[in-house]
């Protein structure tokens, strides 16, 4: 019973901080556009990738 004691303002304030997280991420605009990154990777590029020198 006396574990109670610490783990549930040990839960509260990993709820704070996930919030607090949460809504740093929306200020700075991390949920402004979901729909074009995923769509990135269907377009081709323009020019290749450059070789590596062990791939000779």
């Known amino acids: 019973m006396n574990i109670l004691l610490a783990l549930i303002p040990i839960s509260l304030v990993l709820l704070m901080l996930a919030i607090g997280a949460f809504l740093w991420a929306v200020r700075r605009g991390q949920f402004d556009d979901l729909d074009t990154p995923?769509?990135?990777?269907?377009?081709?590029?323009?020019r290749p990738a450059p070789r590596r020198a062990d791939d000779a």
């Open 38 to 46: 995923s769509l990135d990777i269907l377009g081709d590029d323009e």
